[in-house]
């Protein structure tokens, strides 16, 4: 495995690259299902904005997901260094978003990575002490993921994975 390649449990990670044939088409298969948009209302320029974060925080990322040996899905990872949400600012935190290819949804797979990545992400940067997750209140499917793992439901479309002490 090289740098761009993250070891999970049952998962592996590859930094997303648009040059690979089959990154390319797992991204044009979310795009295609007709509720992508609840993954990112436009996950081209997204990905593009993420790989410029990139640069920048060396945090900020696009993985395509791999689960016995096939590509199930993306994720994203976003570090906001500071943020303005209704006129409250929050510190520093690092957020996860996930996209799962329908036929791949429905089997825990979306709990399970969340899990996964979440405690890779805590250990890999022991300054956070949570993980945010942003699922848009009318996401049903998606909600049901992050509160099967752990998750606390702050408030309106927020949840925050814990560090366990």
């Not at 997204?46 to 040996?69: C, M, V």
């Not at 500071?82 to 089997?107: A, H, M, S």
Request: glycine letters at 4%; a negative charge.
């Amino acid at each position: 495995m090289n740098k761009d390649t993250i070891k999970l449990q049952n998962f592996i990670l590859e930094e997303f690259d648009d040059s690979k044939k089959d990154h390319w088409q797992l991204k044009r298969e979310l795009i295609q299902n007709e509720d992508s948009y609840l993954i990112s209302r436009d996950i081209d320029n997204f990905i593009k904005r993420n790989n410029a974060l990139h640069q920048q925080d060396n945090i900020t990322n696009t993985f395509s997901i791999i689960y016995d040996g096939i590509y199930i899905g993306i994720a994203f990872l976003n570090y906001h260094p500071e943020e303005i949400r209704e006129g409250i600012v929050f510190e520093e935190e690092i957020e996860i978003g996930l996209g799962l290819l329908p036929v791949f949804r429905d089997k825990h797979l979306g709990s399970l990575f969340e899990r996964e990545f979440c405690e890779y992400l805590l250990e890999k940067y022991p300054q956070f002490n949570e993980v945010v997750a942003r699922i848009e209140n009318d996401n049903t499917r998606s909600i049901k993921a992050p509160n099967y793992v752990g998750f606390e439901h702050i408030n309106g479309d927020e949840y925050h994975f814990k560090r366990k002490i």
